[in-house]
T-cell receptor, first 112, second 112 residues
């Protein structure tokens, strides 16, 4: 059963703590992406990775960090430097540049 | 800056009616994609139309693309309550075609 998994579905943290969101795919896709979605808004790109051990900043990378040590995994760390971290985070992957992206179910992060 | 902008922002129709959503974009594109998002879920790819195509069908979905007007439309025929969702258009970024730029979406409500 191929797809993208994100865990956990809901995450609660205190302000000032770093938190890591998990994203795993078994689609054998080279490219992976992290997006942030705020209520009633579209998606904004945080980071993307075209291939293992390589990643680029998206439009809103400040306060976030990623790693891509394995093809299947692309974890996102929301650091304490992110001023407004409460949001819905979506991970995606694609087989080719500019092509269809496959999305995970998302993680809703609440920081208080 | 946002590439795709959907119109209307919200649409409410009766089951069985057709729903039309529009997307306008600013620069030249290789393709344009439409995605659906059910509340609190990840996005699902619906259809991709290439810049040299004018119309594409998939089941009850019909997408048109007018590159001279830099616009696309998504038509859902004979709508069902299960079509209630947000619909987004997305286009590959010119500088890095791995990146998709999403509009802010159209929220569709299909009343039973």
């Amino acid at each position: 059963d191929g797809g993208i998994t994100q865990s956990p579905k809901y995450l609660f943290r205190k302000e000032g703590q770093n938190v890591t969101l998990s994203c795993e795919q078994n689609l054998n896709h080279d490219a992976m992406y992290w997006y942030r979605q705020d209520p009633g808004q579209g998606l904004r790109l945080i980071y993307y990775s075209q291939i293992v051990n390589d990643f680029q900043k998206g439009d809103i990378a400040e306060g976030y960090s990623v790693s891509r040590e394995k093809k299947e995994s692309f974890p996102l760390t929301v650091t304490s430097a992110q001023k407004n971290p409460t949001a819905f985070y979506l991970c995606a992957s694609s087989v080719s540049r500019g092509g269809e992206q496959y999305f995970g179910p998302g993680t809703r992060l609440t920081v208080t | 800056s946002q590439q795709g902008e959907e119109d209307p922002q919200a649409l409410s129709i009766q089951e069985g009616e057709n729903a039309t959503m529009n997307c306008s974009y600013k620069t030249s594109i290789n393709n344009l994609q439409w995605y659906r998002q059910n509340s609190g879920r990840g996005l699902v790819h619906l259809i991709l139309i290439r810049s040299n195509e004018r119309e594409k069908h998939s089941g009850r979905l019909r997408v048109t693309l007018d590159t001279s007007k830099k616009s696309s439309s998504l038509l859902i025929t004979a709508s069902r309550a299960a079509d209630t969702a947000s619909y987004f258009c997305a286009t590959p970024d010119l500088d890095s075609s791995y990146k998709l730029i999403f509009g802010s979406g159209t929220r569709l409500l299909v009343r039973p």
